[in-house]
């Protein structure tokens, strides 16, 4: 890992990471020796369009190619998501893509690794209390920190991946054809504020003018005296 964060060309070791993550949940997702009623395919489905950003229909091809042999459906499913990260590369550029990957990906690993050591200092906080429970303390701080460190790998990769695919970048002439269009509405938005001010103040001068003078007080005709 030190190597490949360390290099300024990530595009292999993303590639090996998605290939991982993929083949993780689909292990997942599509269990082995088990009916292919049994597969979880509406939930895997829904998982690649939120995290990958890739439109795969796994149920329908199922549906279609109920002999569909295995390795070719996983296959089919690994590919439409590399495809799909493939055509954004392309779009990109290998130079922004390059700068995208290892930024991503060292901003995951560092906000992963805060993690991890916020949760290293919870375990040997708490790590004594084993002894009560008739363990041996320093071989379960062993076991547990490494499994909090296997988790912490695991979760960069798959964050990596995820957020790499989801991630868009606009250019210069998108960035201001954005702020013309939001300079427009809020142009017209104030125009409309102050027509409508215009229209209250109209209202308000033409309600004054309908009402009837009345007399200063002293002008008033003083009521008749009673007899």
Excluded at 67 to 78: C, G, K, N, S, V
Excluded at 86 to 106: S, V
Excluded at 159 to 182: D, F, I, K
């Amino acid at each position: 890992w030190s190597s490949d964060v360390c290099s300024s060309d990530l595009s292999d070791a993303i590639r090996g990471i998605q290939e991982n993550v993929l083949e993780a949940m689909l292990d997942q997702a599509l269990p082995r020796n088990v009916p292919h009623e049994d597969w979880d395919l509406d939930g895997l489905r829904e998982t690649i369009a939120r995290d990958f950003n890739a439109i795969v229909e796994p149920g329908a091809w199922l549906e279609a190619e109920p002999e569909l042999d295995e390795q070719i459906f996983r296959a089919r499913i690994t590919d439409a998501v590399l495809g799909s990260y493939a055509a954004k590369a392309e779009r990109y550029g290998p130079e922004l893509m390059q700068h995208l990957e290892k930024d991503i990906m060292l901003r995951t690993l560092d906000q992963a690794w805060r993690e991890h050591l916020a949760a290293m200092d919870y375990l040997r906080q708490g790590i004594h209390l084993r002894s009560y429970a008739q363990k041996d303390y320093r071989y379960e701080y062993k076991r547990e920190a490494y499994e909090l460190f296997t988790a912490m790998l695991e979760r960069v990769k798959y964050e990596t991946v995820s957020v790499l695919t989801r991630v868009e970048v606009r250019s210069e002439a998108e960035l201001q054809r954005e702020e013309e269009e939001r300079q427009r509405r809020l142009t017209e938005a104030l125009r409309a504020q102050h027509a409508e001010a215009q229209s209250v103040l109209a209202g308000a001068a033409a309600e004054d003018d309908s009402e009837p003078e009345l007399l200063p007080s002293a002008h008033r005709v003083p009521p008749p005296a009673p007899a």
